[in-house]
């Protein structure tokens, strides 16, 4: 008998968690956090013999080191998102002290979750008990995995997924199973062809180039950064590279099999200039093309650089990534207005928006289903499940769509 429950992220994009019980062995995959001010967490976790993570974004991970101060079971991800993880798991607690909210673990809480980690690699089968477990290829960002669980049934945990291939890394594949747990984080909405926004985004930097003026391009640390880099890899422009995502390049190169292509990747770097000191700022105010993060314009050094040329009409704002509700990007993009440093500003530079995103679209997601020919589907991780669903029972699949805390038989 198999069963779950989610502990949250059933039904809204974060705090994700899967509680699974397969016959003796109780398995959690992911236990993330919502990044909102203040953050969400999960229900808390019954106990459990092994912990898996899909990848090191904070919506799936950003609550573990509570989970490896609970219980000493191994928590398993690849060596890639092993690497990655202490860097976003450290800045949740400094955005916690510098918002004011409540420290949701200490530094020495993420240092203990460290050792807790066994690393895993593609198609290699891990084993516990009388389960398989094999990751594979999710193709969200560097290192990411979907998780199949083999036993009296197969299961499939897809976490985060991207079906095409990206310049960073290659698409998902879809794999032959029983149950099928998919995120949902696009059900109802279908991307652009991504050659179209790729020559779109270059031909506005070209744009505002010409025009004498900056192109700031705030990007998600981990994976939209160095997605863009590789788009500006072949162009002659001042690039300047500022945030969290300077240290995250080095990381990835350090583990190339989890790369499309780490040549390009090191091409890409090694072409940018990198802000290593606060003075390095003024320097890359006279380049043509920044790259700093945060995102969704929450915080870091996005908002030093905005602020600076906020009433430069030659200059844009170049949005790579979805600006969820409620943070400042999406009012920048809905208002023209931005919270910089507590105080609501207009912004006179040109905004636009990119869908450079790395998740599968609803139709990618329907032909994913389609080709992993499951018995059942469980939709998680996404605020529009019901469309999926219904285009998915069209075609005779049976489908879940849980909400937390609920009871699954599989
Ligand atoms: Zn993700
Ligand atoms: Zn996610």
């Known amino acids: 008998m198999i069963k779950g429950k989610f502990l949250g992220g059933a039904s809204e994009i974060g705090s994700l968690g899967l509680h699974l019980t397969m016959d003796d062995t109780k398995i959690l995959i992911e236990y993330g956090l919502t990044p909102t001010k203040p953050p969400a967490y999960p229900l808390p976790a019954p106990p459990m013999d092994a912990v898996f993570l899909t990848h090191a974004h904070l919506d799936h ?22 690497a990655v993880l202490p860097l976003l798991l450290n800045d949740t607690i400094k955005v916690a002290e510098l918002e004011g ?4 673990y200490m530094k020495e809480e993420v ?12 198609c290699e089968v891990v084993e516990l008990g009388e389960i398989e477990v094999v990751p594979h290829n999710a193709g969200h960002i560097p290192g990411s995995a979907m998780y199949e669980l083999k036993s009296e049934k197969n299961l499939l945990f897809t976490g985060d997924i991207n079906t095409i291939n990206t310049h960073l890394v290659w698409g998902a594949k879809p794999v032959k199973t029983d149950v099928l747990i998919m995120e949902s984080t696009y059900a109802g909405r279908e991307h652009p062809p991504r050659d179209e926004v790729e020559k779109e985004f270059l031909d506005k930097i070209d744009e505002v180039v010409g025009r004498g003026g900056i ?20 162009t002659d422009y001042n690039i300047w590279l500022d945030g969290m995502g300077r240290f995250v390049n080095n990381i990835y190169l350090k583990y190339p099999k989890y790369l499309r292509s780490a040549k390009r990747l090191k091409k890409a770097r090694n072409k940018i200039k990198i802000v290593r000191r606060r003075s390095d700022r003024k320097k890359a105010l006279k380049g043509e093309v920044i790259i700093t993060t945060g995102g969704m314009l929450e915080g870091g ?16 704002i170049l949005l790579t990534g979805y600006q969820v509700e409620g943070t400042n990007g999406r009012l920048l993009m809905d208002e023209g207005i931005l919270d910089l440093y ?16 790395a998740h599968a679209g609803h ?7 389609r080709k992993c020919s499951p018995e059942k589907i469980i939709l998680m991780h996404g605020d529009n499940r019901d469309t999926l669903a219904k285009d998915l029972r069209k075609e005779d699949f049976e489908v879940i769509v849980p909400q937390n805390a609920q009871e699954i038989e599989f």
């Open 363 to 369: 139709s990618e997601l329907m032909e994913f289903a």
């Open 215 to 234: 192109a700031i391009v705030p990007a998600f640390a981990v994976g939209r950064t160095q997605e863009i880099m590789l788009i500006l890899e072949k």
């Open 61 to 82: 991970s950003g609550m573990l080191p509570r989970i490896s101060s609970q219980y000493d079971s191994n928590i398993y991800m690849t060596e890639s998102t092993m």
């Open 301 to 316: 050094p996005v908002l030093h650089y905005i602020n600076y040329l906020k009433n430069d009409t030659k200059s844009a």
């Open 111 to 122: 240092e203990n979750l460290m050792g807790a980690i066994v690393p895993v690699k593609y």
């Open 101 to 104: 909210f409540p420290i949701p």
């Open 342 to 357: 507590g105080v609501k500003e207009k912004i006179d530079s040109e905004i636009s928006f990119f869908d450079f995103s």
